[in-house]
């Protein structure tokens, strides 16, 4: 996953509205009318939330007639837990090195003051 692509899907989970709208179209296709429906903001804010869900490729959105339908795409979503869970693991794996370090640095001390007494 590119940094810009990261920087899109992160910027489109930050908002809550978007994450609603992202919860919604989890349970199933919708068309933007219904999904513009639970919020008490105008059709034409939710539809700019929705283009930049598009833009981050959380949503895709398919035209029948005159409806709009969104659905959930997850490719940048399990990308972007692909990228956490590295990060998790790379940072997990420093703590645990910095956490012994620590406790040897703690035994060294203890032994240093017992051969001082």
């Known amino acids: 996953m590119s940094p810009q692509t990261l920087d899109e899907t992160f910027a489109a989970l930050a908002d809550p509205t978007r994450r609603k709208i992202l919860d919604r179209l989890s349970r199933g ?3 933007v009318t219904d999904v513009a429906a639970l919020f008490p903001i105008s059709l034409n804010s939710v539809s700019k939330h929705i283009k930049l869900l598009e833009r981050a490729r959380l ?5 029948q007639g005159r409806d709009n339908f969104l659905s959930l795409s997850t490719d940048s979503l399990d990308a972007a837990h692909e990228w956490i869970t590295k990060k998790r693991t790379f940072w997990k794996s420093q703590l645990v090195a910095v956490d012994q370090m620590l406790i040897e640095q703690d035994e060294r001390l203890q032994r240093t003051r017992k051969t001082r007494r």
């Not at 949503?59 to 035209?63: D, E, I, L």
């Open 29 to 31: 296709d919708a068309r």
């Open 59 to 63: 949503v895709k959105r398919t035209v």
